[in-house]
């Protein structure tokens, strides 16, 4: 559920099938601000617990200030880069990081991501400590990511006079195809500007870009009754009725499904919960419904954003719909041999074990560690999962049914990309797994290069043992802020 | 006379040619002040001093057009990039509501002049079926687009252009 309390709708932007529509804060929040910091152009290099080497590129995060007593900060403005030429790498720590007293560093995705989950994975309540005391220590399954800085996309530095700021403009809903693709809201205008074009060029450039070329929509432009009009008065009248009917129907139209969505969906009584097959509902050739827009929906309808993203990116099809057969070959595979998982597991390595992630029913969040005890038990560990009622409350996410709780999980799966991004080693644990103790290389695609068309952003080979970030709680009494406060859509910590 | 300017932030354009329909909108405003009689320039920021401009802002374009109307000009000049989105086809509506039903004798002039160019269509953006459009590059060239407009519109006749255009000819050679 989004609440939209202190915002107000303005009139839709239009580029191709992407809708912008503008959110207004008549009195800003000022004791919270945001602001982005710029990482430039150099890599990432994070130490995993394997002693493999996780790489990326990470455009921007945000920086949060705020003050305890509630007195206005002021915020220091988008930073722009950082003397970093006698040091080409930046070895980072937490994804979500205390800056200093009273400020935090978060990725934004990382912050949205953790918000969702917490809401809408939690898990069975029975369970709910261990699970997420795994989840959150070790993170997710590792995945691999693109992502394209919009400065490379052609055409998007003009197309973007389009979106133009309302005055006192504090956020966006963004609809691609006249979807929800997601909420980002801050509290201050100024910050808001500043964010902007990192906004659209940084997070969402070759999705609008595919968007705004293949899938054109049209504007819902203004009619007025031209019989009903006798004079200016009139005229003036209808004008304004115009915008007014605008903003309700955006409100009760496209955006009633995350306004009007439960916080929290109930599972089903756990023998209610059928048993999954392992196919996927919509697979077949050229066929990649299964990351497309029906997922996308179904996420988009019941997510929470906290000051980021819930996207559901085209690129995630392009990239791991040919694996998604194959998948289905391994876990056929797997309940088989499933008497010996542990020689199994050496034996097909880490390769097979990520593509098995990408189609797993199981739930996009594992509740149970890669890293640590992989190797003995694993298989076995899965199987107790739907035993302990976390598919059903799934299957309850995704509207009820196997095939939605399929369709989505590659969108639920994606999101924790961006904890593995900048997940900070936890120990290093001496012979982690089984197959630890080798040294995992990275690997970077090419075109790293300044000015190349794509920039593999986020990629790098992250290998299967991975561990995700820890995510450290930041709250003053060292409660974690995901079980003491649920994340609404503007980023006040408070 | 008014015009209404657009300083949205469209008018920023492109990396290339920088503000340019911003500074066509400025000299705009210079010229007509200079050239009409009476004269008021409204700015769809809603600023007052033209010197402040900055391409910044939606573009309210409807709601603007219709201030101007209250005015009953003679002839209403608008210049803008034809992005009006904010609603989007405002200033459509009220123009042909305008034509239709407010003002279907014609009194008032109505011309919009684009400064960009939209490659996409080979034309500029039109911002209303019943306004004429003319692209604009130089300001100078703002009294001769609004007699062609004029022209376009069917408000003054073939000959009426011949004349205008041969003076114009003849001025040009003149200041050679």
Redesign the interface.
Known sequence: MIDLTGLETRPAQTWGALRLVPLVRRAPIEDLRLHAKVYGDELSVVTLPDRSLYTAYVPHAFVASWTADGTPAAAYGTQLGQPLRHVPIRIRRRMARRADKHRLRFLPLHLAVEGFLALHFGGPETAWDEWSRQALAHGLSPRIEEAYSGAEVRGLEDALKVFEIHPGQCGLLLYAGDTLATAFVVPHPEDYRALHPTLVRDMYGDLIHEYALYYPARDFTAELDADAIGSLADLREAAARVEREWAEFHDSVMAAGPLGAPDRVTPPPRSASPRPSWGCGSRGPGSGTCCGRTSWTATARRSVTAAGVLVEAAQHRRQHEREHPDVRDEHEHAAVDGARPQQREQRHGRGEHDRAHLQRRRPAVPAHSHPRGHADGHVERHRQIPQLGLLGVREAEAGGGAEHADEEHPGEHRDDHFDVVEGEPAPVAAGTGGGGGRRHVPTVAAGVRRGQGRRPDMSGNLGSRSAGPTVEPWTDDGSSWWRTRRPSCSTSPA | MVAVLDD???S????QKRRRPLAVALACHYLLEALAGDYHGLWLSRRDDPLQARP????PL??RV?DA??RRPGLLVIVSDG?D??????A???L???R???DPAREVGIVHLDPVYDAERFEVRRLSPVVPTAGIRDAEDLPALVELARFAEGRSGAAELRAYLAERAARALEAR
Not at chain 2, 56 to 59: H, Q
Request: hydrophobic share 40%; charged share 20%; with cysteine.
């Open positions: 949205s932030f469209s920023f354009a492109s990396p910044t802002g939606p573009t409807g709601r219709i109307l209250e992005w989105n904010a609603p989007p086809g405002l459509c509506e009220v042909r509501v305008w239709r039903r407010l």
